[in-house]
């Protein structure tokens, strides 16, 4: 089974920097428990649990639909294959403007069936830019950010078990199964969530909600200093509010990430309560 350290296609939010540490705590969980990855996004979680115990059973919860982008990464080889032919002369990095623009559109255009335009967005949009449908790369500056290389997939999900449903229903499935370990990795408050799924209701009493999952199971939990919900349970328990839904857990933190205005620390905690 091939090992993938990043997500095979792009995708925002995936824990790609946790990897390390996420496999180090996993040697204190069960070889053989059921992970359900609630908030499963590109499955980089689901992928590295069965990376690591093979015997486990996982439960990758594609709420956005990643797989069906897996399954059309050779139609999307395909167009970054004729985008780099039309781009062949044209300057790396620099703005795609005139008649070569309209040829990049009339490509995308071309295609009748699915197109994976994030992935597209990460050859032609700026930085950290993604466009999720045709009309975006119309109206967007675009950039020839073309990747050289095709994209690989294979293998990626093998012997995970793909679900797709609201973490709510997935949680209740499963929440009184023996030996279960939930994967909580939800979308960060104040994030950037147009790339995915539903876009509309992560608001602080929804990010709060998800704490509900972590009472008396057994965890990984991601957040970041950003999103400050540990400095909110924090001073609840300080000030004899309620008690720390993170109590006997232990805490690991990824170095600063920065993004274009702002500096901030990933963060795990986890808990293994059996
Ligand atoms: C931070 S990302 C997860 C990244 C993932 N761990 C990875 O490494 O790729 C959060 C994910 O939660 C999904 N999501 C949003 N609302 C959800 C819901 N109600 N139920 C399940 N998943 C949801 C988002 O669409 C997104 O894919």
């Not at 990897?19 to 040697?27: C, G, I, S, V, Y």
């Not at 255009?109 to 790369?137: A, P, Q, R, W």
């Not at 679900?163 to 960060?188: M, Q």
């Not at 939990?221 to 924090?234: A, G, H, P, V």
């Amino acid at each position: 089974m091939k090992n993938y350290t990043q997500s095979p296609l792009p995708f925002q939010g995936q824990k790609r920097r946790f990897l390390r540490p996420f496999k180090e705590a996993l040697n204190g969980f069960s070889p053989t428990a059921t992970y359900v990855d609630l908030f499963g996004g590109s499955g980089l979680l689901s992928h590295t649990v069965k990376q690591h115990y093979p015997n486990a059973n996982v439960i990758y919860n594609d709420f956005d639909n990643y797989s069906q982008r897996l399954e059309n990464v050779e139609e999307t080889n395909l167009i970054l294959g004729d985008l780099r032919q039309i781009l062949k002369d044209y300057p790396d990095a620099k703005r795609i403007v005139g008649k070569t623009h309209y040829q990049v559109i009339d490509r995308l255009k071309s295609e009748k069936g699915f197109v994976d335009f994030i992935t597209i967005s990460s050859s032609l949009c700026f930085s950290m830019n993604y466009g999720t449908s045709l009309e975006h790369f119309e109206k967007d500056s675009l950039y020839n950010n073309v990747r050289q290389s095709n994209y690989r997939c294979d293998g990626y999900l093998d012997g995970v078990n793909r679900v797709k449903k609201d973490y709510r229903d997935l949680f209740a499935e499963y929440r009184n199964h023996d030996n279960v370990v939930f994967l909580v990795d939800p979308p960060y408050l104040s994030t950037d969530t147009t790339t995915y799924n539903r876009t509309d209701y992560w608001k602080l009493t929804d990010y709060l909600n998800v704490l509900k999952v972590i009472e008396d199971t057994s965890y990984f939990y991601f957040t970041s200093n950003k999103s400050q919900i540990i400095e909110l349970c924090d001073w609840m328990e300080n000030n004899g509010y309620c008690n720390n839904p993170f109590d006997d857990s232990t805490t690991v933190t990824v170095g600063a990430q920065l993004t274009h205005n702002a500096r901030y620390n990933d963060i795990m905690i986890y808990k293994n309560n059996y």
